[in-house]
């Protein structure tokens, strides 16, 4: 639905209205024989709202990379996208582990969760607020079920636009790496790019929501 009006200084605006679904409910309407093997979020600073408000739907996620906030600034005014005052508490409790917090050119802030919980803590001391506008506050945190991922992370090539690569290829670094450190053996191998069964999940700027089967 389209409405128009004029602001205080008579300037003209247009509003439209979308339809909006909730992270929970679009994992709900997936059978539960769906494996959820990657969701990502970037929803404009809202990242939080819409993980927060999947509540433990989220358990059947696999490995998921957010959009957050770092040192208390916020990239969008009016809202909590932190990720130590938002992300990390609720995330780590929620059954996740931290795989890297790197920021949009790459570069890496932390690892694992011993290095988000003394990277919190550093910040924690500065006492700062909540404060300041700007996309030089955005990064991404990169996360893997606790419980041990069945299939291998998101890799170049496989998350893209019709099929084909796309620039999300260049930022999912981090996935590869925490794959290629783990040694533990307890994933069930490697199933190279034939992941039938598997649904990637992506929430873009207008809250649209991308599936596509590997």
Not at 138 to 161: E, N, Q
């Amino acid at each position: 639905a389209h409405s128009r009006a004029t602001d205080a200084k008579g300037a003209r605006q247009s509003t439209v209205k979308v339809p909006v679904l909730s992270l929970r409910t679009i994992i709900g309407a997936l059978p539960a024989s769906v494996e959820l093997w990657f969701l990502k979020t970037d929803v404009q600073g809202h990242d939080f709202a819409a993980v927060k408000g999947a509540g433990d739907m989220l358990r059947r996620v696999q490995w998921m990379k957010n959009e957050v906030q770092i040192q208390r600034q916020q990239a969008y005014e009016g809202v909590d996208n932190d990720f130590c005052d938002d992300f990390w508490p609720y995330l780590t409790n929620l059954g996740f582990d931290l795989v890297e917090l790197a920021s949009d050119s790459g570069r890496t802030l932390t690892a694992g969760n011993e290095g988000g919980r003394a990277y919190c803590a550093k910040h924690a001391q500065s006492n700062a607020t909540r404060h300041g506008t700007g996309s030089h506050a955005a990064t991404d945190a990169y996360w893997v079920r606790r419980d041990g991922p069945r299939w291998h992370p998101p890799a170049l090539g496989v998350i893209g636009s019709n099929g084909m690569p796309s620039d999300e290829s260049l930022h999912i670094a981090p996935f590869a790496r925490y794959w290629g450190n783990k040694a533990d053996g307890t994933h069930d191998g490697d199933h190279g790019d034939e992941l039938l069964t598997t649904t990637a999940l992506s929430m873009r700027h207008s809250s649209k929501m991308q599936d596509s089967v590997a």
